[in-house]
C-alpha cells in the first residue's frame, strides 16, 4: 500500500506540515485575522468659481422651475437644465446663486460649470457676445449675401454657408469676419465652422484665423547649398 499523508493530524499555530511526498508543496498554517474596512469621508472643496454671485441686470427677466431656469432679455431668450448635483436660488433682487445639492466630487464638478453656463445666459440675452475671424491669404474674400456668407478660399467655387437664426455676421474690408448673438455657444460653433474650411497653415499663415489666434510658424525648408 503506498503512502500516504497522514488523515490526521493536529494544526496549530504557525505550524507546517507537506501534502504528499511527490507535490512537496509546503502549507503554513496560522491564526485567522479579522479584515478591517475603513470608511473615509469625502470632503470637496467648494468651487472658486461656483460660489461667485451672479448679477441679474434689470432688464433681465429670471423664471426659476424645479431645475430648470429660463432666462429673458432685450437680445432673446435662454433656458438651461441643472442636473441633481447642483442647485440655483435667487438670493435678493437682481442676485442669482448656485450651489451644490450634495457633497460628491461630481458635484464639485459641476458647481462651477453650470455657474459659467448661468452667467452666460444672463450676460448673453442682456449684452450678447461675438467672435471676430481674420483671412489672411492673397484673393481670400468674405461677404454677406442675403442670410448666407459667401467665403472665396481658392477653391474652384465659393462657399456658402447658411447663417442660422439669432445670430448676425458682419464683414469689414472683405477680410474681418464678425459673428455675434446672444447665445455664447451657437456663436462659437459657427465661427468653428467657418474657420475649418481654411484652418491657418503653419509656414505662411494662411488661411482663416481668430482674431486674438496666435499661430505657431514652422521654418520652410532650407534650399540646397552650392
Avoid at 500500500?1 to 504557525?14: E, G, K, P
Avoid at 457676445?129 to 483671412?135: A, N, S, T, V, W
Wanted: charged content about 30%.
Amino acid at each position: 500500500m503506498a503512502s500516504s499523508v497522514t488523515s490526521s493530524f493536529q494544526i496549530s499555530n504557525f505550524k507546517s506540515v507537506f501534502l504528499g511526498e511527490k507535490s512537496k508543496i509546503r502549507v503554513s498554517t496560522g491564526p485567522a485575522t479579522r479584515v478591517g474596512f475603513f470608511r473615509k469621508t469625502i470632503e470637496c472643496k467648494e468651487s472658486r468659481i461656483g460660489k461667485q454671485p451672479i448679477p441679474v441686470p434689470s432688464n433681465v427677466t429670471i423664471k426659476l422651475e424645479g431645475q430648470d431656469i429660463q432666462v429673458k432679455g432685450p437680445l432673446g431668450e435662454l433656458s438651461l437644465t441643472y442636473p441633481r448635483e447642483v442647485k440655483v436660488e435667487r438670493q435678493d433682487e437682481g442676485i442669482l446663486k448656485v450651489s451644490k445639492a450634495v457633497e460628491t466630487r461630481r458635484a464639485n464638478q459641476m458647481h462651477g460649470l453650470f455657474r459659467t453656463l448661468t452667467d452666460n445666459l444672463v450676460i448673453g440675452v442682456s449684452k450678447g457676445f461675438e467672435k471676430k475671424l481674420q483671412l489672411i491669404g492673397v484673393g481670400y474674400r468674405a461677404t454677406v449675401e442675403g442670410n448666407d456668407v459667401v467665403l472665396n478660399l481658392g477653391f474652384s467655387h465659393p462657399v456658402k454657408m447658411p447663417i442660422p437664426n439669432g445670430i448676425k455676421v458682419k464683414v469689414d474690408e472683405n477680410t474681418k469676419i464678425t459673428v455675434s448673438g446672444y447665445d455664447k455657444s451657437e456663436i462659437g460653433q459657427f465661427a468653428a465652422s467657418i474657420r475649418k474650411w481654411r484652418p491657418p497653415e503653419p509656414y505662411k499663415g494662411k488661411g482663416i484665423k481668430y482674431e486674438d489666434e496666435v499661430v505657431r510658424r514652422k521654418e520652410g525648408k532650407a534650399g540646397k547649398k552650392k
